[in-house]
């Protein structure tokens, strides 16, 4: 008599969730997700820069038709900084849970990497404002470091070019082939 009531309730509770499956499939089902290249604008999806990439050797110019320069380093610098503590967040939970596995040394390493290409990329902006630019903001990727700097309105020379070269260069283990130079100019 136990096992029969017993898999009463056990057949009870999986119809019960079978059927919460399906009114949830359903609900879901009618409400119809709007496409996001619908709703947004090319503003919203691109901003309002262009990108032009020349040599390697030479500087990118990014225009900012769009508000001021200082607008575009404050969002550029949220907008890393946001997804840098989303990241950090995420492996620190990593390593709480898996403390002592691979998969918790892993993330240790991640995170020390994390940590310090913040502290290049904050080092090299400072130093960059320190030889007399008005602003910058540092990408560090595994292969590249991208430098936005705010431009005169001439633009970099090619000694400006080299000197935020040679900043990135000194604070970092990357070869000068690896640094990019974006020029942000407003307009």
Same mark, same amino acid.
Not at 134 to 153: G, L
Not at 166 to 184: A, G, M, P
């Given at each position: 008599?136990?096992? +029969? ?5 056990? *057949? ?11 009114? %949830? +499939?359903?609900? %879901? %089902?009618?409400?119809?997700?709007? /496409? @996001? ?32 320069? /200082? ?18 967040? @995420? @492996? !620190? !939970? $990593? ?16 995170? %020390? ?29 595994? /292969? $590249? ?13 090619? *000694?400006? =070019? ?16 690896? =640094? ?8």
């Amino acid at each position: 008599m136990k096992i +029969w009531k017993r898999n009463a309730v056990i *057949a009870t509770v999986l119809l019960f969730i079978c059927a919460g499956v399906y009114l %949830n +499939w359903s609900y %879901n %089902n009618r409400q119809k997700t709007p /496409d @996001l290249t619908d709703t947004l604008n090319a503003e919203q999806v691109m901003g309002e820069a262009t990108l032009q990439m020349e040599d390697a050797a030479e500087p990118v110019s990014l225009d900012t038709s769009a508000g001021s320069t /200082d607008d575009y380093f404050a969002q550029m610098r949220l907008s890393r900084q946001s997804s840098r503590d989303s990241a950090v967040e @995420l @492996l !620190e !939970e $990593t390593i709480a849970y898996d403390e002592g596995t691979t998969v918790g040394d892993t993330a240790s390493q991640t995170l %020390n990497r994390i940590v310090g290409a913040a502290l290049s990329e904050a080092q090299i902006e400072s130093l960059i404002i320190a030889k007399g630019f008005t602003d910058c903001v540092t990408y560090m990727a595994d /292969d $590249t470091v991208s430098v936005a700097v705010s431009a005169p309105a001439e633009g970099l020379s090619t *000694a400006d =070019v080299a000197l935020i070269s040679d900043v990135v260069t000194s604070q970092t283990d990357y070869d000068l082939s690896q =640094v990019r130079v974006i020029e942000v100019k407003a307009q």
